[in-house]
């Protein structure tokens, strides 16, 4: 099973951005899974090896427009989403992201 974790910072403050809406979408439109970030700002969502195609392309959607709203941030990015392909679904794979109200920066670690 592949393991798609993240953790979500809020770079104005650097408290955890927690309640973000998430989502896995192979890039036919298939949603792999829906979630939330937890209150400390992370995820943590197992996919099974049987869904996975490693010659598709997934997308990790952040939806950080209400969570930047709920704060007062007038801003034009609705989402967040990382493209990335899932080559072995046994692995894990760990994108952290730090949120600004107009940019972020993400990497991808292990």
């Keep these: 099973m592949a393991i798609v974790t993240s953790h979500t910072l ?3 403050d650097g408290t955890h951005a927690s309640g973000i809406s ?5 890039l036919n439109g ?3 899974f829906e979630s939330k970030m937890d209150e400390g700002g992370r995820l943590n969502q197992i996919v099974k090896p ?3 195609d490693i010659s598709s392309i997934y997308e990790l959607t952040f939806d950080t427009g209400a969570y930047w709203s709920s704060r007062g941030y007038d801003q034009i990015m609705e989402q967040i989403v990382l493209r990335f392909k899932i080559p072995n679904p046994e692995a894990s794979y760990h994108m952290p992201i730090i949120i600004n109200p107009n940019s972020y920066s993400t990497w991808w670690s292990s």
């Design 10 to 12: 809020n770079g104005l």
């Design 22 to 26: 998430v989502k896995l979408i192979k």
């Design 30 to 32: 298939e949603i792999l």
């Design 50 to 52: 049987e869904i996975i």
